[in-house]
């Protein structure tokens, strides 16, 4: 069925308002418009759906959140009677319809005969990861588009491990969407019903107290928290969503004394007034935290997304001044606080391990090895993070103390399969006040990391390619760079060509073919003669190539030199 006659398909439906409708009637005549709202689904992957809200089958609605809702809840039954009775977890964030669209997949599971356990009101993206473990369940859906734009919402979903889908299940939900209509085949039934008959149980306190109680018992080095307690400030900012509650809560369990809340941005709010966007990544978002850090006298700012897992901090300079610091910087740090307090207290386990993507520093790895730890790679995705750790655990092959990601996010503990913003804040917490004890700041400990293991310097470029075009523009991209692989990159000539798709490593000056480890995912890389990778990889939930540079160098300046450089090649793959 091609786009108009889906348009028209839409317009007839009696499943639509009257509100709707006249969405839809308000863009007949405009080709490019119902073009891009009908001329397809939004795409079902391991991350499950996202997509700017409004009417049609290319964007976020309730009818699409159902669509998706029947298509896994079909796939779940095929597990059979046992699995399906386990039931179903449901989870959502503060954005715009957030709740509306958590209900309504709550209905369609429920009137297919799945238990669903509800959260009472929004909660953190970690802690719905956290009570598929805890309850036992087969699968949880979050309805979240953790950082984007307020124009956008999405659904992610979750297996029984609690971490999101694996690629199998995933494409059978995919294929499901395909068979199934958009409208005649979902069951749904009144939220109320389903409630009294006890097919939605809400989940509230009682699940907090449990998660919290996990969270807490990540701490290490209590002695250093309460030895600066009553002088260390710090500032936090939940950006109006989901971590305005459990954040500060763990703070205070943790025995921090002067943590001080933005106020405007501790307002629940799926519009994000007071930011451009609710993205820890972005410095302009921190400007109402950096006031109240100087006129406080805090150190320290903590900010984590809207769904609340993931999490960014700022930090107090030598000039007075706060600076970013990096997704893969934060990380560094807390890898090497880590295994010190663990080391200091008697807490590291045997063969340790830290976990991170492919595309996050490689400062990391030199951390971990020079203190005795393995450290190993996967690709992009918390699933994947979270797969390699159940491996080495269930092995006896290795015990990991910390997974992460560029993009900020931290997995710590056992309890959840996710980016966890309310654990990774307490531990980021616990190391500023262990080196506030040691009279430095973690700006300061950070210029001491690179003295100690070396210089490094990253920056992870966005090639945004929007509209319908843009897709067949990153498909194009890709197979350009497989046809022709540059010889050189920025003036640097290029050692290595990875290929993850095939595993394949190609010696530029011989041509001599390996492979590696890795393979099955759409990202090449490039290792040049001087040390620095270069990584090129389709984004899987936005329109848009992301290109990661994680250089080495004899110093941050030099860092910052090749990584500006090279850069500026990144730009050019734009055409």
Not at 23 to 30: K, N, R, Y
Not at 193 to 213: N, S, V, W
Not at 259 to 273: E, L, N, R, T
Not at 419 to 445: H, I, N, R
């Amino acid at each position: 069925m091609d786009y108009k006659a889906q348009y028209q398909r839409w317009m007839e439906s009696p499943a639509l308002s009257q509100e709707e409708k006249a969405e839809l009637t308000a863009i007949a005549g405009d080709e490019k418009e119902m073009e891009s709202r009908f001329f397809s689904q939004l795409s079902f992957g391991t991350a499950g759906l996202r997509g700017t809200m409004g009417v049609g089958l290319y964007r976020m609605n309730v009818h699409v959140v159902r669509h998706a809702t029947q298509a896994f809840a079909q796939v779940i039954l095929e597990e059979g009677p046992e699995a399906a009775a386990k039931g179903v977890a449901v989870c959502y964030d503060c954005r715009n319809n957030s709740e509306l669209f958590a209900r309504e997949a709550a209905c369609v599971m429920a009137a297919n005969g799945i238990p669903v356990r509800l959260f009472d009101s929004l909660r953190p993206t970690p802690e719905l990861s956290f009570a598929i473990r805890e309850y036992g369940c087969i699968a949880g859906i979050n309805i979240t588009a953790s950082h984007n734009p307020k124009e956008y919402n999405g659904y992610k979903v979750y297996w029984s491990d609690g971490a999101q889908l694996p690629p199998g299940p995933a494409d059978k939900v995919a294929a499901k969407m395909q068979e199934l209509d958009v409208f005649d085949c979902v069951k749904t039934m009144d939220y109320k019903k389903a409630l009294d008959e006890g097919r939605i149980t809400l989940m509230g306190t009682e699940t907090d107290e449990k998660f919290l109680a996990n969270v807490m018992e990540q701490v290490n080095d209590q002695a250093a928290v309460d030895a600066v307690a009553d002088t260390f400030k710090m500032v936090y900012t939940p950006f109006h969503g989901t971590g305005y509650k459990l954040i500060p809560e763990a703070l205070r369990r943790l025995g921090m004394k002067h943590v001080i809340c933005v106020p405007q941005q501790m307002i629940i709010d799926g519009d994000f007034p007071t930011v451009v966007s609710p993205n820890p990544e972005n410095p302009e978002g921190f400007a109402l935290a950096v006031d109240i850090a100087k006129r406080e006298g805090a150190d320290f700012i903590l900010g984590s997304d809207p769904d609340a897992d993931r999490v960014g901090i700022m930090v107090r300079t030598k000039d007075d001044d706060f600076v970013v610091i990096s997704g893969n910087q934060t990380g560094v740090l807390l890898l090497d606080y880590l295994i010190g307090a663990k080391t200091r207290t008697g807490k590291m386990p045997a063969n340790p391990v830290a976990l991170k993507s492919l595309v996050t520093t490689e400062m990391a790895r030199k951390v971990a090895e020079d203190n005795g730890l393995k450290c190993f790679d996967t690709f992009t995705g918390f699933k994947f993070l979270a797969e390699k750790k159940d491996q080495l655990e269930s092995s006896g092959e290795g015990n990991v103390i910390m997974s992460y990601e560029e993009s900020f996010g931290y997995m710590l503990g056992s309890f959840v399969r996710d980016k966890d913003a309310v654990t990774a804040s307490v531990a980021l917490t616990e190391m500023a006040a262990w080196y506030a004890g040691q009279g430095m700041t973690l700006y300061d400990a950070l210029q001491g990391l690179y003295e100690k293991y070396g210089h490094f310097g990253e920056r992870t470029m966005n090639l945004v390619m929007p509209g319908l075009d843009g897709l067949k523009k990153m498909a194009q991209l890709m197979a350009d760079l497989r046809a022709n692989p540059p010889k050189e990159v920025g003036g640097t000539a290029v050692a290595q060509w990875k290929d993850y798709k095939d595993g394949s490593v190609v010696d530029a000056a011989t041509g001599d073919r390996t492979t590696m480890e890795l393979s099955g995912s759409n990202v090449l890389r490039y290792e040049l003669v001087d040390g620095t990778s270069v990584i090129v990889r389709p984004s899987g939930t936005e329109p848009k190539v992301k290109v990661y540079i994680l250089a080495r160098g004899e110093s941050q300046a030099d860092c910052a030199a090749k990584v500006e450089r090279y850069a500026a090649w990144a730009e050019s793959l734009k055409g």
